[in-house]
């Protein structure tokens, strides 16, 4: 028998869903949110509700946005014909804290994975084909992670890029490999796009 009245051991089982929350601090979070006034909690719920509600995957580059096309594709200051790809959206910031890239991005919401059945047709590529044959496109930066899963999906993307005459280079392994961009210094990061290649 649940020792919480109902209520809190609803929250607590939702709480407990979050990645990285175990039991203890489910509950201490519920109890967080019980303490905190009427408007906090309902502030909390609100974010909660809008993130599904209001956000969604830009149509041009598949960050995540509250407008589309987002900031980056709309903003007529950037260079829409340079392109960097990422794996997740959160690698964007990590870019962007450079201050050094003046292009746009394209989200590929994770890499190629064979191993764990993931092919080309789980990530989102098709619209990035469609950006090479609608712009003149420069160039593209291939800025997945060092990982095994992030070359070879640059591999895989410069070989069909280049089918396509597009210039398509790599960042350079400033960044530890096996490591994650998202976790790059800036500096580290800025020394990684200035080092980029060929490929
Ligand atoms: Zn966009």
Known sequence: MSKFAEPMTRLIDELKKLPGVGNKSA?????????????DATLLANAVREVKSKLRLCSIC???????????????????????????????SS???TRDFNGVYHVLHGTLSPLHGVGPEHLRISN???????GRIEEVILA????????????????????????????ATGVPVGS???YADEVTMQKAMEGRREL
């Open 27 to 39: 509950q201490r979070l519920a109890f967080h949110i019980l303490r905190s006034s009427e408007d």
């Open 144 to 171: 997945t992670n060092p990982t095994v899963e992030g070359e070879a999906t640059a591999t895989y993307l410069s070989k069909l890029l280049k089918s396509e005459g597009v210039k398509v280079t790599r960042i």
């Open 62 to 92: 598949n960050n995540i946005t509250d407008v589309d096309p987002c900031v980056y594709c709309s903003n007529p200051t950037r260079n829409q014909q340079l392109i960097c790809v990422v794996e997740e959206p959160t690698n964007i």
């Open 95 to 97: 870019i962007e804290r």
């Open 180 to 182: 994650d961009i998202e």
């Open 128 to 134: 990035l084909i469609k950006r090479m044959e609608n």
